[in-house]
């Protein structure tokens, strides 16, 4: 952990809680500084990004996925670069999930029953469709229990995903 709760970034977001540390990103909920809102930020070390996840501007390649905006995906706020100490980070603010990760889902309740796992899978396919149908059709690479939420905001629960790291656009080398 890069114990960054408490700090400042950019006087813009406040770091809240520590949520959790995946492969690529440490995920945290923060406060919008301006409008007292809680946010979700990935954080990304730049030492620890590999070059394939990084576009031709040098921005992290989940942007442009976030920035297609399907319903499946959380709206993006925004992104940029910050120091802490002499470590150097990117960031992705989005807007805050109300729910939890299929695999939390799982940890706390035992296997799905069978109306929710086709619930989501049918979800699942609905999003690939959307992905798939675009004029640069996108692949959903790397998908896991972990970066599928379940959004619990509303009365019919849907999925979300997070972490977009690993999409990628048909054309490209992966």
């Not at 030492?47 to 989940?62: W, Y």
């Not at 100490?85 to 807007?95: G, L, V």
């Not at 929710?116 to 959307?130: A, H, M, R």
Request: negative net charge; aromatic residues 8%.
């Amino acid at each position: 952990m890069w114990d960054l709760k408490g700090i400042e970034i950019n006087n813009l977001y406040k770091v809240d809680h520590f949520i959790e540390k995946t492969n690529y990103c440490e995920i945290y909920t923060a406060t919008d500084i301006t409008s007292s809102k809680v946010i979700n930020l990935s954080i990304y070390k730049n030492s620890e990004i590999a070059d394939d996840d990084l576009d031709q501007e040098g921005n992290l390649k989940e942007i442009q996925f976030l920035e297609i905006g399907i319903d499946a995906f959380p709206k993006l706020i925004t992104f940029g670069n910050f120091s802490n100490n002499s470590d150097e980070f990117r960031y992705i603010a989005t807007e805050h999930i109300a729910g939890e990760s299929v695999s939390d889902r799982i940890k706390r309740n035992g296997p799905l029953d069978d109306y929710d796992t086709i619930k989501i899978t049918l979800q699942l396919c609905e999003v690939g469709e959307k992905l798939h149908n675009r004029s640069k059709p996108v692949l959903i690479n790397g998908l896991s229990l972990d970066n599928i939420m379940i959004d619990m905001s509303e009365d019919d629960e849907k999925i979300r995903f997070r972490n977009l790291i690993n999409m990628r656009l048909l054309n490209e080398n992966f």
